[in-house]
């Protein structure tokens, strides 16, 4: 039965036994790929069909394409204009699959990578045989359309970052109307084609005039409309570059029988738990900040610069002038500098109402309950306090002893730009030379860097970092020993160090044996060879073994703490530098923020970075994620931002509950759904459901009247939670109910539950209940053979008597050609180059329903009066064979050759010699030919130990003829 639903076909069918083949029909026969549903059912119709892989772990919905090539392909996105290149890609998946296409599905909705990589369950992307599809509209009313083919040169994931340039082997367009494919190789994602028309791909944002919406788009020479129903979008004013709406689909020829779901044993599989990383969604803004109290713009004077904690507050410090409850001013209450806002709810702490006059660069929490802030201010509450305060973090009152910076080069001010608090000590960052006790005449020289004693409240006179320029990040190793700076500096002392230094604890502030020379990714240099330009460096932290360093020129680099040696890469493209880095509570995780909008390079130490060179290219929006074990980026933490001037993230930091904080000129975000929000300033991203939901209990199993039902106790939390009913080892269905009535198994299975929460974290399962086979269910179905797949001769012939082999089978993929173009002499011989010819399986035809390739899928308005089909197979073993035969739907008429020689004709004159023009002598319906094949024997003295070549070509009765129809099968006898 079949029904239509918000424009998509959705193929259903009654319940199906344990035992029936994939059909896609229902969850229990779900099957691993669109093509396993085709293969196992040539007349499937497009539509919605259930899929399951061991990656993708349970049943899902998707809709597929079981028309174009032969069928299998599976649409993994679709819209016009505004495509995102994000991991969690864009809409929902019943979006895609309910609405594929049409002008309400103009909208982009894209499914998500790691959806992406379940259906490929996990295999690379690059070994998908037809590479990616994408069906583009060719005209304003979507009545004409192209298919176009794209193969990537090296791809192990999915990902949209199309615009990143992954660098691609091969290409084609085929337009309708067109006898063949344009085809050409190289290019890139971004870019790839022939021409400046139709025939090119360009994946880009645009500028202002395209509003900086991604599209799979058109070259220069095509123009669209901003109609709401034109299949091809251009701004007004705007010339090419259109962008149409467009499907893409994949074809995986996955197969259920040769998938590895592993094993489950009777107490059952563990839990499955969600990394713990922040969630790419932003939490909802409650309160924010806006304006610039300076009055000063640029990189220097965003709204955020630095975040720190105490006494269950984080504090924000920058350059805003309010706090606010909404863009628009909501709650508006002049708060300048920096401002408390609650844990948990982001709420704006009134009670901390600190005065200053310039901007907060620095936070950090001390160890006795304060809150000490530095930055470019000179007064604190109306009292002298240069660059350095330490405050009350309920009132934002001085409190305690008091350090001030001083700067005593002539016009110069003081600033902190960054602490770190580690053992005794605070280590301050920034541009000043000596550091003073507020009470005393003593100061201690700390030129450009030094640290104070907490335990005294006094800068460390013996401690000076000794730097001859502005140092903007410290970092204080975990381990005591180590204090990291990283600034606009080249010397420490009488030693180069350029924009980064490793400094030891201990009195003397001694340089760190072997010394640190970091890389950069675009430096300048001066005739001696030294650095002078494009090498400053922003921030800087270490995380176990690896000491991690970003700046100028995109980079975010990391080293071995040992011997800093270089092991790991990363730029970033369009724009921008690295500006802050923060670590987790337990240092395995590092979030880096920067002036950077489109993609991250990575395994990149140049900029620009050639995609060639890069492992993988992702999303990256003003803040990631790496391990900071691994050094890897953290892909599947994908959020969207928006900056106000694309200054980006200057101050990041993780605060006690997990709670990811970015911030700088952001002024939007996405929160879940899908749903864009203010940001004023800052953004909070909540760390990642990783908690299994509690097991399931009680689970009952009970076979009976061809039906087995499920019955177990509910977990406490299930309101928002899904069970997963799996038998053996699959699942198989998916319910929010406490049972389940499954399809009786003909054979004896054992049965598991397991709670799925909203976030994606799978219980333990409950322990296995065995159910025995129940009579009243149907035989298990015979597993299907691949077309390709020769049937192995039966084990049970008793000696003497001959066995068959299967050389080609019904179904089999052949190459084909249907053209009027010349056709080459040699086209049946083994010697022939068919690689530019189409491939697809039998039945293949054309206006024949239920074929499965359709060999004139663009209806071409002159119809080629033949076809010509050839298939290779292998003959390993020519011993003992005999008595061949080729059995062959003759639609209308059929020559059919093995290795080049004729081997019969039907439907053809006898003695002529055969032109691609020549007509069959009459007319065969293709039912009747189907039922009636046309045998010939074979003659075993043509086959070669090795590659053999069967061929045969297929003529029309008449110009007009509506159909035309092929399948072959040669088997022969061995004793």
Request: with cysteine; glycine share 12%.
């Amino acid at each position: 039965m079949t029904a239509t639903i918000a424009g998509s076909l959705v193929v259903g069918g009654a319940p199906a036994s344990a035992a029936a083949a994939p059909d896609g029909l229902t969850q229990e026969t779900a099957a691993a790929s669109c093509w396993e549903v085709k293969q196992n059912d040539p007349t499937a119709p497009d539509g919605v069909y259930w899929l399951v892989t061991p990656r993708l772990v349970a049943p899902q919905q998707f809709y597929c394409d079981q028309t174009t090539g032969g069928g299998g392909w599976v649409l993994i996105g679709r819209g016009r204009e505004g495509w995102k290149e994000g991991y969690n890609g864009v809409g929902t998946p019943e979006q895609i699959r309910d609405t594929p296409a049409g002008t309400a599905a103009f909208a982009p909705a894209q499914l998500s990578s790691k959806t992406i990589d379940g259906l490929l369950d996990g295999g690379r992307v690059d070994a998908l045989q037809e590479g990616v599809r994408v069906r583009r509209a060719l005209d304003t009313a979507g009545s004409a359309w192209q298919e176009v083919r794209f193969s990537f040169a090296n791809r192990d994931r999915w990902v949209w970052t199309m615009g990143g340039g992954h660098v691609l082997t091969s290409f084609s367009f085929k337009n309708p109307g067109e006898r063949s494919k344009t085809t050409g190789s190289g290019g890139t994602s971004a870019v790839f084609g022939v021409d400046t028309g139709t025939k090119r791909v360009r994946f880009e944002e645009g500028d202002l005039p395209y509003r900086f919406r991604n599209g799979w788009s058109f070259g220069a020479q095509v123009s669209g409309s901003e109609d709401p129903s034109s299949y091809l979008w251009a701004p007004a004013g705007t010339r090419g570059k259109a962008r149409p709406f467009a499907q893409v689909f994949l074809q995986p020829k996955l197969m259920t029988r040769d998938l590895d779901y592993g094993t489950i044993g009777s107490q059952g599989a563990p839990a499955i738990t969600q990394s713990a990383i922040p969630n790419s969604n932003a939490m909802t803004t409650t309160w924010g900040v806006a304006g610039l109290a300076n009055g000063l713009s640029g990189e220097a004077n965003t709204e955020v610069a630095s975040f720190g904690e105490a006494g269950g507050n984080v504090f924000v410090g920058g350059n805003f002038a309010t706090v606010q409850q909404s863009e628009a001013g909501a709650g508006q209450v002049a708060q300048p500098y920096l401002a408390a806002f609650a844990l948990g709810t982001g709420a704006w702490v009134s009670s901390f109402r600190p005065v200053l006059n310039g901007q907060v660069k620095a936070i950090a929490g001390l160890p006795d309950g304060r809150v000490a802030i530095g930055g470019q201010f000179s007064t604190v509450n109306g009292v002298p306090q240069a660059a350095i305060a330490f405050l009350d973090p309920a009132t934002g009152q001085l409190s305690g002893p008091q350090v001030v910076a001083e700067h005593r080069a002539a016009g110069a001010v003081p600033y902190v730009r960054d602490f770190d608090v580690q053992g005794d000590y605070l280590y301050v960052a920034g541009s000043f030379t000596h550091l003073r006790a507020a009470s005393s005449t003593v100061s201690a020289s700390a030129w450009d860097g030094g640290r104070i004693d907490l335990t005294t409240g006094r800068p460390d006179t013996a401690w000076n970092a000794n730097l001859n320029g502005t140092s903007m990040s410290v970092d204080a190793s975990a381990a005591g020993d180590r204090a990291y700076f990283a600034g606009y500096f080249t010397m420490q002392g009488a030693i180069t160090t350029t924009s980064a230094a490793a400094l030891q604890t201990t009195a003397g502030a001694a340089g760190v044996t072997p010394h640190w020379t970091p890389t950069f990714s675009r430096p300048m240099y001066d005739a001696a060879g030294n650095p002078t330009g494009w090498v400053y460096q922003n921030a800087v932290t270490e995380t176990g073994g690896r000491l991690w360093l970003g700046g100028s020129q995109h980079s975010l680099f990391s080293y071995d703490r040992t011997d800093f040696r270089l092991i790991s890469g990363n730029v970033t493209l369009k724009g921008g530098d690295f500006q802050t880095i923060a670590q987790n509570a337990d240092s395995t995780l590092i979030a880096a923020g920067c002036h950077c909008g489109d993609w991250v390079y990575e395994d990149a130490y140049t900029n620009p970075e050639t995609p060639t060179t890069a492992s993988e290219i992702d999303d990256m929006s003003l803040i990631g994620v790496w391990d900071a074990v691994t050094g890897r980026h953290v892909y599947e933490f994908a959020p969207d931002l928006q900056a106000r001037e694309g200054h980006g993230a200057w101050a990041s930091f993780f605060d006690s509950t997990g709670v990811l904080w970015a911030g700088g000129d952001i002024t939007r975000s996405v929160r879940a759904g899908g749903s864009r929000q203010w940001s004023g300033g800052f953004v909070r991203f909540a760390p990642r459901d990783s908690v299994a939901p509690a097991v399931p209990t009680g689970l009952t199993v009970t076979p009976a009247g061809g039906a087995t039902t499920l019955t177990w106790n509910r977990i406490s939390d299930s309101s928002s939670v899904t069970y997963e009913v799996l038998r053996g080892n699959r699942v198989i269905a998916s319910t929010t109910a406490a049972s389940y009535t499954a399809p009786a198994s003909s054979e004896a299975a054992t049965y598991y539950v397991r709670a799925r929460d909203a976030a994606g974290n799978r219980s333990a399962t409950t322990a296995g209940v065995a159910a025995a086979a129940d009579a009243a269910a149907p035989a298990p179905a015979p597993a299907p053979v691949a077309p390709d797949e020769a049937v192995t001769p039966d084990a049970a012939v008793q000696p003497g008597q001959p066995s068959t082999d299967t050389f080609i089978a019904n179904g089999a993929t052949w190459s084909w050609r249907y053209s009027a173009d010349p056709l080459p002499a040699d086209w049946n011989t083994v010697e022939f180059d068919a690689s530019a010819w189409h491939t697809g399986p039998a039945v293949l035809a054309r206006g024949v329903a239920g074929a499965a390739t359709d060999i004139d899928p663009d209806d071409l308005a002159v119809k080629p009066q033949s076809a010509h089909f050839r298939t290779a197979f292998t003959v390993d073993d020519l011993t003992g064979l005999h008595d061949g035969t080729v059995s062959v739907i003759a639609d209308d008429g059929v020559a059919v050759y093995l290795n080049g020689v004729e081997i019969g004709r039907s439907n053809l004159p006898a003695d002529a010699t055969l032109r691609q023009t020549t007509f069959a002598s009459s007319s065969v319906a293709p039912g009747k030919a189907a039922a009636g094949r046309v045998s010939f024997t074979v003659p075993v003295s043509l086959l070669r130990p090795g590659v053999n070549v069967m061929s045969a070509e297929v003529h029309e009765n008449n110009p007009g003829s509506a159909n035309m129809s092929f399948d072959l099968t040669y088997t022969a006898l061995r004793n």
